[in-house]
Protein backbone atom coordinates (compact mmCIF):
# COMPACT_ATOMS: atom_id res chain seq x y z
CA UNK A 1 0.00 0.00 0.00
CA UNK A 2 1.35 3.39 -1.15
CA UNK A 3 0.48 6.08 1.17
CA UNK A 4 1.30 9.88 1.36
CA UNK A 5 2.10 10.33 5.30
CA UNK A 6 3.16 6.68 6.67
CA UNK A 7 2.25 5.92 10.57
CA UNK A 8 3.52 2.56 10.78
CA UNK A 9 6.67 0.37 10.88
CA UNK A 10 4.55 -2.00 8.79
CA UNK A 11 6.49 -3.43 5.70
CA UNK A 12 3.31 -3.83 3.61
CA UNK A 13 3.21 0.47 3.44
CA UNK A 14 4.95 2.72 1.49
CA UNK A 15 5.48 6.14 2.08
CA UNK A 16 7.76 8.93 1.17
CA UNK A 17 11.43 8.15 0.98
CA UNK A 18 13.56 10.39 2.11
CA UNK A 19 13.24 13.43 4.43
CA UNK A 20 12.76 15.61 2.34
CA UNK A 21 9.80 13.63 0.94
CA UNK A 22 8.64 13.45 4.36
CA UNK A 23 8.26 17.50 5.15
CA UNK A 24 6.87 17.87 1.64
CA UNK A 25 4.63 15.63 2.44
CA UNK A 26 3.38 16.63 6.12
CA UNK A 27 3.51 20.09 4.73
CA UNK A 28 1.47 19.97 1.26
CA UNK A 29 -1.71 19.91 3.03
CA UNK A 30 -1.04 22.61 5.17
CA UNK A 31 -0.24 25.28 2.66
CA UNK A 32 -2.96 23.72 -0.01
CA UNK A 33 -5.75 24.25 2.44
CA UNK A 34 -4.67 27.77 3.18
CA UNK A 35 -6.93 29.10 0.03
CA UNK A 36 -9.81 27.04 1.24
CA UNK A 37 -10.10 29.24 4.20
CA UNK A 38 -11.30 32.07 2.36
CA UNK A 39 -13.71 29.81 0.72
CA UNK A 40 -17.54 30.68 2.25
CA UNK A 41 -20.07 28.14 2.07
CA UNK A 42 -22.78 26.21 4.08
CA UNK A 43 -21.68 23.30 2.65
CA UNK A 44 -20.35 20.95 5.65
CA UNK A 45 -19.32 18.70 3.11
CA UNK A 46 -14.65 18.33 2.85
CA UNK A 47 -13.67 20.06 -0.08
CA UNK A 48 -10.00 20.22 -1.72
CA UNK A 49 -9.04 22.71 -3.90
CA UNK A 50 -5.66 20.61 -5.04
CA UNK A 51 -3.41 24.00 -5.51
CA UNK A 52 -0.74 22.14 -5.34
CA UNK A 53 1.10 19.89 -8.13
CA UNK A 54 1.59 16.52 -7.43
CA UNK A 55 3.37 13.69 -9.03
CA UNK A 56 1.27 11.10 -7.54
CA UNK A 57 -0.35 10.56 -10.96
CA UNK A 58 3.15 9.64 -12.70
CA UNK A 59 4.18 7.61 -9.71
CA UNK A 60 0.81 5.64 -10.43
CA UNK A 61 1.28 5.65 -13.88
CA UNK A 62 5.20 4.10 -13.64
CA UNK A 63 3.73 1.61 -11.03
CA UNK A 64 2.90 -2.36 -11.34
CA UNK A 65 -0.33 -1.82 -9.46
CA UNK A 66 -3.53 -3.60 -10.75
CA UNK A 67 -5.55 -1.82 -8.78
CA UNK A 68 -5.78 2.13 -7.23
CA UNK A 69 -7.74 3.13 -4.74
CA UNK A 70 -7.52 6.66 -3.98
CA UNK A 71 -8.77 8.37 -1.13
CA UNK A 72 -8.69 12.09 -0.18
Known amino acids: MRVRS ?6 T ?3 PVGRISEIHG ?5 VGGLPMRLQKTSNSNPHSGN ?7 NEINLSSAD ?3 MHW
Open 6 to 11: KGTDDW
Open 13 to 15: VEG
Open 26 to 30: QLRPL
Open 51 to 57: WLPSALA
Open 67 to 69: VVN
